[in-house]
Every structure is written in structure tokens, then in C-alpha cells.
């Protein structure tokens, strides 16, 4: 159930990236952000972090973790360690990171709103990410 589940999060934000890359725009305009909605209890994974925050590391061209489950009230930040600069780009088009660089300051975002999150480094799109947000 678990991997039927991960491949339809992945299709969906391959599907979304796709349709993000034709509209055109070199700027996404802020939107609102949107959010499918939250996986049930049973099929969440059991590393869901306390409300009040979690990270993901920018390392190698990657994000590290890829996937990242938390609560609704959560706040993540995104921290790069590569020598490369890199962005945290929202697939929904909402306000992203900007640039961060390493030895820079931080990303952090608050999720208030249970869904999947998907993004990608708008430098390397080749990098992705997701945050669940879990009631």
C-alpha cells in the first residue's frame, strides 16, 4: 500500500513539474498554496515529526531527506551545504526560497495546512523534493 502510495506522490509531482515547465514564465508569480489532500492515518509513514519544526539538508545535489512527513503546524528549514548555490522552488508557484548559498542563511517554511508539498531546486531541477503535512 505504502509504495502504491509513494509512486502516486511521485507521479503527481512529475506531472506537476511538467506542467510548471510549459507555462513560460521564468518567474513563477506568488499564488496561494494549494495541497492534495493528506494520505490516511494507516498509510503514513511512522517518522512523522512533532509539530514545531524538522530540516532538510542541501547536500551532493540532493535534498536530504527527499520526502519529509510532518504535522500540520510544523516548521521546516532547508540548510545548504554544497559549494554550489541552490533554491527551494514550490511546484504550486507559491514564494520559494530565493537563493541560498553555502555557509548562508537558511529557508524555513511553516506548514499550516495537511497535503503534499512537492518542490525542486529551480537552479538544478533534477532536484526534488516533498514535505507531507499530516493532520
Known amino acids: ?3 502504491h502510495l509513494f509512486a502516486a506522490l511521485g507521479l503527481a509531482a512529475a506531472l506537476a513539474l511538467t506542467v510548471a515547465a510549459c507555462g513560460g514564465a521564468t518567474t513563477p508569480s506568488p499564488a496561494p498554496a494549494t495541497a492534495s489532500p493528506a494520505a490516511p492515518a494507516s498509510a503514513a509513514p511512522a517518522s512523522v515529526a512533532p509539530a514545531g519544526g524538522d530540516a532538510v539538508t ?11 512527513t510532518v504535522k500540520v503546524g510544523a ?3 532547508w540548510t545548504n551545504k554544497d559549494s554550489a548555490s541552490h533554491t527551494v522552488a514550490w511546484v504550486d508557484g507559491s514564494q520559494g526560497s530565493g537563493s541560498l548559498t553555502s555557509g548562508g542563511a537558511p529557508y524555513s517554511r511553516t506548514f499550516d495546512t495537511p497535503g503534499t ?5 529551480g537552479i538544478h531541477p533534477a532536484m526534488k ?3 507531507v503535512v499530516a493532520p
Do not use: E, K, S
Not at 58 to 68: N, R
Open 117 to 121: 508539498f512537492a518542490y525542486a531546486c
Open 75 to 77: 516548521t521546516v528549514t
Open 129 to 131: 523534493g516533498t514535505v
Open 58 to 68: 542541501i547536500a551532493g545535489f540532493v535534498f536530504d531527506p527527499a520526502t519529509l
Open 1 to 3: 500500500m505504502r509504495r
